[in-house]
């Protein structure tokens, strides 16, 4: 009999493959300029985010034999550990979630590269989840601290990353359509590809937008500040001051649809958490599971989270909701971790939703789970998030490890990491948001 974690290791590498840059950049790259339209002379490439390091290496090789007369040029930024080789393009290692001093400096580069193409450029941006905060290049009067104290206030309220993003394309001189807008004033054209790490997959939402229209406005960008009352005693005035300006019209919105009317820009999103799903989904069939599929968009705080899917299965292990067993329940998306004053905590959302629902399904000890960031980083640790078998929570047992006392302080991490079972990848070098599978074996009853 194959063990639990054997499976459950095997479908988290199904979901890492189908959103590998260097399986996915060259099929779409075939499809946006198919035989006969190749990039001839300047190419400019930039782009940001924990992927988009490998989106650049899985592009120059493509360019190479596919592309003779395209001259190739740009700078991407990634997360630091994220780097990728390249031979033309510049990869700048930055801070993330939280922005440094080398993020802004590589975002001025290539806004300076950006702000010398001429009409016929091609501008190919390689996008990927954490560029919004490796794209800092704050709008004028807005200091690269004032952006990490807005950053880490908005971290510490517990916001999602999407309002988190609003804020952020609204003090952002690259974000919310920016950089699109520079290279069409020069004439070029833009062609973005697209990681997706956030739920719904708009292309105004993936590292918030660089080369997309945003829906989002100053007001909404203010209200979520007044949402997680966070006044001037948190945010630095200039950001409060740019944010005011934006409200009476006296700087720019963010680019919007009736801006890119007839304009050559097309954005490409080549991976998302849902396809990452479909693929664990066939790999756990190949074990003799039926894989039930909850949605790519689950959001929420990650213990409360856990908690409806620890519902979910005890639903269907007593009344077979989806047939009979055994069943694998497997979800995405990205939930949140709010901490109370006072406790740091040690983990991240995916670690945290797994010691949430291995305490809340002690009746049901055969069911195994595995819950983990596809970037291989989940919060402040250095794993990729963990999971647990029968055989995971009997050590727990004979070590006298209370689930409860653990979630309580936050520490999702030393639980886990005392067992054994933390799920430990370093750098994917991709990322599709969370990825989260409960298998049901077929002696699930409650006990």
């Given at each position: 009999?194959?063990?639990?974690?054997?499976?459950?290791?095997?479908?988290?590498?199904?979901?890492?493959?189908?959103?590998?840059?260097?399986?996915?950049?060259?099929?779409?790259?075939?499809?946006?300029?198919?035989?006969?339209?190749?990039?001839?002379?300047?190419?400019?490439?930039?782009?940001?985010?924990?992927?988009?390091?490998?989106?650049?290496?899985?592009?120059?090789?493509?360019?190479?034999?596919?592309?003779?007369?395209?001259?190739?040029?740009?700078?991407?930024?990634?997360?630091?550990?994220?780097?990728?080789?390249?031979?033309?393009?510049?990869?700048?290692?930055?801070?993330?979630?939280?922005?440094?001093?080398?993020?802004?400096?590589?975002?001025?580069?290539?806004?300076?590269?950006?702000?010398?193409?001429?009409?016929?450029?091609?501008?190919?941006a390689l996008v990927s989840?954490?560029?919004?905060?490796?794209?800092?290049?704050?709008?004028?009067?807005?200091?690269?601290?004032?952006?990490?104290?807005?950053?880490?206030?908005?971290?510490?309220?517990?916001?999602?990353?999407?309002?988190?993003?609003i804020v952020r394309k609204?003090?952002?001189?690259?974000?919310?359509?920016?950089?699109?807008?520079?290279?069409?004033?020069?004439?070029?054209?833009?062609?973005?590809?697209?990681?997706?790490?956030?739920?719904?997959?708009?292309?105004?939402?993936?590292?918030?937008?660089?080369?997309?229209?945003?829906?989002?406005?100053?007001?909404?960008?203010?209200?979520?500040?007044?949402?997680?009352?966070?006044?001037?005693?948190?945010?630095?005035?200039?950001?409060?001051?740019?944010?005011?300006?934006?409200?009476?019209?006296?700087?720019?919105?963010?680019?919007?649809?009736?801006?890119?009317?007839?304009?050559?820009?097309?954005?490409?999103?080549?991976?998302?958490?849902?396809?990452?799903?479909?693929?664990?989904?066939?790999?756990?069939?190949?074990?003799?599971?039926?894989?039930?599929?909850?949605?790519?968009?689950?959001?929420?705080?990650?213990?409360?989270?856990?908690?409806?899917?620890?519902?979910?299965?005890?639903?269907?292990?007593?009344?077979?909701?989806?047939?009979?067993?055994?069943?694998?329940?497997?979800?995405?998306?990205?939930?949140?971790?709010?901490?109370?004053?006072?406790?740091?905590?040690?983990?991240?959302?995916?670690?945290?939703?797994?010691?949430?629902?291995?305490?809340?399904?002690?009746?049901?000890?055969?069911?195994?789970?595995?819950?983990?960031?596809?970037?291989?980083?989940?919060?402040?640790?250095?794993?990729?998030?963990?999971?647990?078998?029968?055989?995971?929570?009997?050590?727990?047992?004979?070590?006298?490890?209370?689930?409860?006392?653990?979630?309580?302080?936050?520490?999702?991490?030393?639980?886990?990491?005392?067992?054994?079972?933390?799920?430990?990848?370093?750098?994917?070098?991709?990322?599709?948001?969370?990825?989260?599978?409960?298998?049901?074996?077929?002696?699930?009853?409650?006990?």
């Open positions: 009999m194959i063990d639990s974690n054997e499976i459950l290791q095997k479908a988290f590498q199904a979901a890492l493959v189908v959103a590998d840059p260097k399986h996915i950049v060259p099929e779409y790259l075939a499809r946006i300029f198919p035989k006969g339209s190749e990039p001839k002379g300047r190419c400019l490439v930039v782009g940001a985010g924990k992927a988009s390091a490998a989106m650049a290496s899985a592009l120059e090789s493509y360019a190479t034999k596919h592309w003779p007369d395209a001259k190739l040029e740009g700078i991407v930024l990634t997360r630091y550990g994220h780097a990728s080789p390249t031979n033309h393009i510049a990869i700048v290692e930055a801070g993330h979630p939280v922005p440094d001093q080398a993020g802004m400096n590589g975002a001025i580069e290539m806004m300076r590269l950006v702000n010398q193409m001429n009409p016929g450029d091609i501008l190919i989840g954490g560029g919004s905060s490796l794209l800092t290049l704050p709008q004028a009067g807005i200091s690269i601290d004032d952006m990490r104290q807005t950053t880490e206030a908005l971290l510490r309220s517990g916001a999602p990353i999407e309002e988190m993003n609204h003090l952002s001189a690259i974000l919310g359509g920016n950089l699109a807008r520079a290279a069409l004033a020069r004439g070029a054209q833009v062609e973005a590809l697209l990681i997706s790490d956030v739920t719904g997959d708009l292309p105004a939402d993936i590292a918030s937008g660089p080369c997309a229209a945003d829906y989002s406005t100053y007001e909404n960008a203010r209200d979520i500040l007044t949402k997680y009352r966070l006044g001037s005693d948190q945010i630095p005035a200039s950001v409060l001051h740019h944010l005011e300006k934006g409200l009476q019209g006296a700087i720019p919105e963010t680019l919007k649809d009736a801006d890119l009317v007839n304009q050559p820009v097309r954005n490409h999103v080549i991976a998302t958490a849902h396809r990452s799903l479909e693929s664990a989904a066939k790999c756990v069939r190949d074990f003799g599971y039926t894989p039930i599929i909850l949605g790519d968009t689950i959001t929420g705080e990650a213990k409360d989270v856990a908690l409806v899917h620890a519902g979910l299965a005890r639903e269907a292990i007593t009344h077979h909701q989806w047939g009979a067993l055994p069943i694998a329940l497997i979800s995405g998306g990205e939930c949140t971790v709010t901490l109370p004053a006072g406790v740091k905590g040690r983990g991240g959302r995916c670690s945290e939703f797994l010691l949430s629902l291995f305490a809340a399904t002690n009746d049901l000890p055969q069911i195994a789970a595995l819950a983990a960031d596809t970037d291989g980083i989940d919060g402040s640790e250095k794993n990729a998030g963990a999971w647990f078998t029968s055989k995971t929570r009997q050590q727990a047992r004979e070590q006298d490890m209370r689930a409860g006392l653990y979630l309580a302080a936050h520490d999702c991490y030393g639980f886990f990491s005392e067992l054994g079972a933390l799920v430990e990848t370093g750098p994917t070098l991709t990322n599709v948001n969370d990825f989260r599978i409960i298998l049901l074996p077929a002696d699930s009853g409650a006990k």
